[in-house]
T-cell receptor, first 114, second 115 residues
Framework: AQKVTQAQTEISVVEKEDVTLDCVYE???????LFWYKQPPSGELVFLIR??????QNEISGRYSWNFQKSTSSFNFTITASQVVDSAVYFC???????????FGGGTRLMVKP | DVKVTQSSRYLVKRTGEKVFLECVQD?????MFWYRQDPGLGLRLIYF???????EKGDIPEGYSVSREKKERFSLILESASTNQTSMYLC??????????????FGSGTQLSVL
């Protein structure tokens, strides 16, 4: 069975602070995929990143960066210099290799105050 | 722009009613999914469909059924709505490409309240 845990249910920061959203996963598969999605107030989840289990390189995209550590089964997401528009619920998700079992974490609500 | 459209943003129904939630995508995607979202539980998969007339149960199919008669449309049916089905329902689609685990495209959700 797969499991994704996002221990932080809500985080509140002030604009321009850095913030890290934690994601810990469990799987017995050797090949799997990890995702982050953003859900703004409009409700529509938006894809942010996908990583496969063989690619442990960290990734940076503008103010966003992701740290994948297989040794600790974690795939953490950092927003640098946060902005009010970053306020949203963020979901981490885990998929098996076949792609027919996508398990989401409980989500972290990020509030960025001006 | 790619689009997944859910017919209603808000829906209020009574216990015992038959409820239809409709989802249409305009991207010619083979795979379609229905999730429900509850606070603290994230998204849980109800049903998914690989292609027309094909369906597979997800993690929580009890009390739900689905229909996929056309490629672009995936309907979620609550045969007899109950109060514990009050939730946000999200539809998603995904292409069947050579690359596995393509990203999902989501609709904006339907907030269903069962009274």
């Amino acid at each position: 069975a797969q499991k994704v845990t996002q221990a932080q249910t809500e985080i509140s920061v002030v604009e321009k602070e850095d913030v890290t959203l934690d994601c810990v996963y469990e799987t017995r598969d050797t090949t799997y995929y990890l995702f982050w999605y953003k859900q703004p107030p409009s409700g529509e989840l938006v894809f942010l990143i996908r990583r496969n289990s063989f690619d442990e390189q960290n990734e940076i995209s503008g103010r966003y960066s992701w740290n994948f550590q297989k040794s600790t089964s974690s795939f953490n997401f950092t927003i640098t210099a946060s902005q009010v528009v970053d306020s949203a619920v963020y979901f981490c998700a885990l998929s098996n290799n076949a792609g027919n079992m996508l398990t989401f974490g409980g989500g972290t609500r990020l509030m960025v105050k001006p | 722009d790619v689009k997944v459209t859910q017919s209603s943003r808000y829906l209020v129904k009574r216990t015992g009613e038959k409820v239809f939630l409709e989802c249409v995508q305009d991207m010619d995607h083979e795979n379609m999914f229905w999730y429900r979202q509850d606070p603290g539980l994230g998204l849980r998969l109800i049903y998914f469909s690989y292609d027309v007339k094909m369906k597979e149960k997800g993690d929580i199919p009890e009390g739900y059924s689905v229909s996929r008669e056309k490629k672009e449309r995936f309907s979620l049916i609550l045969e007899s709505a109950s109060t514990n089905q009050t939730s946000m329902y999200l539809c998603a689609s995904r292409p069947l490409s050579g690359q596995r685990n393509e990203k999902l495209f989501f609709g904006s959700g339907t907030q269903l309240s069962v009274l």
